[in-house]
C-alpha cells in the first residue's frame, strides 16, 4: 500500500512526494524501496503488487524500475485501506484463486528484516492452513499513545492467539496498564490471509465496499480491469480495512512478533528511531550547528547547514519552499496546519 | 563606504553579496541604492564615489549601472574605514585640491531624505568655512547600548558643537543617563570635512596610516593609482577613522540631527525598524503563518512560506543554504557562530 500522502510529515512529506517516497533516514533507499527490499527474498517479484494513487506512477517506476509495470495498481481516487485492501484481492483471486496475500503498508520502519522474514512465512502458513484473518502484533516496548492496540485471547498456535479486543489510540494511562499486562500488542497493519477469505469478509462484514468489486469480478486480470475501476472505484466508501473488516470478522488472529517495528507515523517516531548526537539531537540529511539546543530533529533537503541556539524539543522541516518549525509536543497541529495553509495560500505549498 | 561583510546579518547577508547589496527593506531598493537615491539630489553623480572591496565591482555596476566606472575605488584588502576614508580623501584631493568631502556608511537606514539633505547642505557649509571634522551625531530616543555616543561641548553655531567626548557602547545604565542628559548624540559615522583638513589631520593622528598614502601621493587621478594601491594598500595598518582621527583630534565637531537613522547594524534594529504584524512579527520577504508566536523576525529569501509554532523572539533567517535560528537576545553570539561555521566547512558558507 502506496498511497497516502504522510500530511503529519509536512513539509517534508508533500503530496507530490509523500513520505514513503522519501529517503527517510538518509540511507539512499526511500522507505518504498526498503520496504521492496524487505519482502523480495520471500515474495518472487511477479508476485509483489503496489496499489498507489494514479499520481504517483512516475515515482514508482523511478524507484522500483525492476517491478513489472502490470504490478502497479492506480487507485483513481484514495478511499482509504479496505477499497484499497479489496481491488488488489479481487485483481490477486482473477491470477490466482488458491493465493494467499500479505497486506504492508509501504512506509513503515522495520529494523530486524530476517525476523520479519520469519514472521510473515510462518503466519502464511498459518493462513493457508486455516481460515483465519491475520494480523502482525509487535511486542510493546512503551506505553505508546499513538497506536492501536490488540489484545490476545486464546493461543491459536505457536505465536498465533485468537484476537480478543481492538483498541484505538489509548490515555497514557491505559497504555500503561496494556503494557504491564502483557496481554496487549501494537497493531501494525501488516495482514495476512487468504485472496478467498478477505473476499468473503469483505462481502459479510462489509459489503457496501465489496459491492463495488463484486459486479466486475469477472473483468478482474483482464483488459477491461481498468476501466472498470476508473468508474466504480472513485464511488466506493473511504474506509479502513480495520473498521471494515477486522473489528468485525470472528475468523481474527493475531502472532505477536517483534522485528523493530516502527510506523514513523509521527516526528516524534522518527526522532526516537533515529540516531541523535551528544545535546540528543537528530539530524536527516543535513548539517547542523547546535548552541543551546537538545532533543530537536532536524529533516532539511540537502547540503543545507542549520545553525540553531535556544531550541529545544522542535521539529525543524525544512523542504525547500517552505519552512516549519514546531515543538515536538505540539505536532498533532501539523495536520491543520496545512488545513490552514490550504486555506491561505491554496495548493501550491501542499 | 560599501567594502563591509556585514557579517552581523549572517546568513542574510553574505560575503559574496553582503547587507548593503540587499533589498533589506522589501522596497525593491538595496540599502546601497537606496543610499545612492539620498545623496543623488545634492551631490553631482561624477562626485559620487564608491569605495568597495574588489570583489564587489560587478555587484555595484549592476545597482548602479549610471554610476561612472572610474569613480569606483577597488580596495584591494579589507582594512577598516581610516585607509578607506584616507584613500578616498588623497583621490578626491588629486582631483580637486579645495573639494569637501562627505564620507558614509552604504548600509544604513536614513528615513527622512529631506532632513538628511538640509543638514548635508549645512554641514558643508560649516567645514567649508571652518577648519574642522565634522560628524553627524543622532538625537537619541532610546538607551541604546548598542552605539557610540557623543558628548557635545560649547557651541560653535546652529546645531553644531565642539565634541567633548566619544564614547564606546555603554551599559544600560550609563546609556539611560546619556538619554536624560540631553547632551549626548548617537555616533552616526557620517563625516563632513574638506579634503585638505583631514588628510593633514590623518598625518598628525595616524601617520602609520597616511604614511601609505602620502609616498604616492602624485600617482593619485593617475593611470599609475590604481597599481599603486594595489602594492601598498594591503600593507596599511586596519583602524576604524573613529580610532585613528576622531578620538585623538582637535578640531572635532559635531551636527546635531535628527532624520529617522538606523545603523542597521543588528537583527534588533532591524526588527525594531520594520512593521509588524499584529502579533508584533516581522516578516521579511515572506509569508509566516505564525501560531503561539511572537516578537520574531523573520528574514527569508524569495517566495518561501514559513510555518512556526512556540517561538519567542528569535531571529529565523534563511538563505537558501543556510538556515539560522536564534534567540533575538543572543544575535552577539552570530558573528562567534560564523568562526565555528568557517571551523567546521570552510568559506562554502560564508
Given at each position: 500500500m502506496c498511497g497516502g500522502i504522510g500530511s503529519r510529515f509536512w513539509p517534508y512529506s508533500r503530496e507530490s512526494k509523500p513520505k514513503q517516497f522519501i529517503d527517510f533516514l538518509g540511507t539512499g533507499r526511500s522507505l518504498l524501496q526498503m520496504s521492496y527490499d524487505r519482502v523480495l527474498p520471500i515474495v518472487n517479484r511477479e508476485n509483489i503488487l503496489i496499489v498507489t494513487n494514479a499520481q504517483y506512477l512516475e515515482l514508482i517506476r523511478e524507484q522500483l524500475p525492476d517491478l513489472p509495470e502490470e504490478n502497479i495498481l492506480l487507485e483513481p481516487a484514495r478511499r482509504n485501506t479496505a477499497p484499497c485492501i479489496a481491488w488488489a484481492a479481487y485483481h490477486i483471486a482473477a491470477r490466482d484463486p488458491q493465493a494467499s496475500i500479505m497486506?504492508?503498508?509501504?512506509?513503515?520502519?522495520?529494523t530486524r528484516d530476517q525476523l520479519f522474514q520469519e514472521s510473515i512465512i510462518n503466519g502464511f502458513e498459518f493462513v493457508?492452513?486455516?481460515?483465519?484473518?491475520?494480523?502482525l502484533g509487535i511486542n510493546p516496548t512503551r506505553p505508546e499513545t499513538g497506536y492501536g492496540y490488540i489484545q490476545v485471547g486464546q493461543k491459536a498456535q505457536g505465536n498465533i492467539f485468537h484476537v480478543k479486543t481492538f483498541t484505538e489510540k489509548p490515555k497514557r494511562e491505559l497504555a500503561e496498564v496494556f503494557l504491564e499486562s502483557g496481554e496487549f500488542f501494537w497493531n501494525s497493519g501488516i495482514f495476512l490471509w487468504s485472496a478467498q477469505t478477505i473476499i468473503r469478509e469483505l462481502k459479510t462484514n462489509a459489503p457496501d465496499v465489496s459491492n463495488c468489486f463484486e459486479k466486475g469480478?469477472?473483468?478482474f486480470g483482464t483488459p477491461a480491469e481498468k476501466e472498470f475501476i476508473a468508474e466504480n472505484f472513485p464511488g466506493c466508501m473511504g474506509i479502513s480495512i480495520d473498521f471494515a473488516v477486522m473489528e468485525k470478522a470472528r475468523n481474527v488472529y493475531v502472532e505477536c512478533v517483534e522485528f523493530g517495528w516502527n510506523d514513523l507515523g509521527t516526528w516524534s517516531a522518527l526522532y526516537d528511531n533515529s540516531p541523535k548526537n551528544r545535546d540528543a539531537n537528530v539530524?536527516?540529511?543535513c548539517n547542523v550547528l547546535a548552541y543551546n539546543s537538545t532533543d530537536n530533529i532536524f529533516a532539511v533537503n540537502g547540503e543545507?547547514?542549520?545553525?540553531?541556539?535556544?531550541?529545544?524539543?522542535?521539529?525543524?522541516?525544512?523542504?525547500?519552499?517552505?519552512?516549519?518549525?514546531?515543538?515536538?509536543?505540539?505536532?498533532?497541529?501539523i495536520k491543520q496546519m496545512v488545513n490552514d495553509v490550504k486555506l491561505s495560500f491554496g495548493d501550491k505549498f501542499l
Open positions: 497486506v504492508a503498508p509501504s512506509d513503515h520502519l522495520i493457508e492452513n486455516n481460515d483465519a484473518l491475520l494480523t469480478k469477472d473483468l539530524a536527516q540529511n543545507k547547514l542549520v545553525v540553531v541556539d535556544g531550541l529545544k524539543g522542535y521539529i525543524v522541516a525544512d523542504a525547500g519552499d517552505v519552512l516549519l518549525i514546531c515543538p515536538k509536543s505540539e505536532e498533532q497541529r
